[in-house]
């Protein structure tokens, strides 16, 4: 939702290092839960693309709590401070701006 990650490949190169196991399964517990729906790629038919559903674009005042709390108690948080200061700031200008970049597929934050 926040970096544009789209692909299976994306989301394992994540600072996270995920297992391969591990990603799969959230993926696919994901997609049955109805948050995010998966497709072939149309310039690479062998990959898949993972797009988010209205349900789990709904999720986004949950997720934007849980990265403002992260930032407070993390000193390690990958969350941009541009994003955390907006967050901040003007809350619902923000989710409206990252609702909008979904809906367009535009990366509004890159990962620092």
Sequence with gaps: MFFGKVSYGDFLSSEEGI????LADRLET???AGIVKKARD???KTKFIYSLTAKGIDLLP????VILWSAKYDSHTAAPKEFV??????R??????????VKQ???LFEPE
């Design 30 to 32: 994901l997609e049955r």
């Design 85 to 90: 200061a907006q967050a901040k700031n003007n």
């Design 62 to 65: 949950a997720l934007i709590e």
């Design 92 to 101: 619902k200008e923000l989710t409206k701006q990252i609702r909008t970049a």
């Design 19 to 22: 297992a391969t196991n591990i």
């Design 105 to 107: 597929k535009k990366v």
């Design 42 to 44: 149309t310039t690479n």
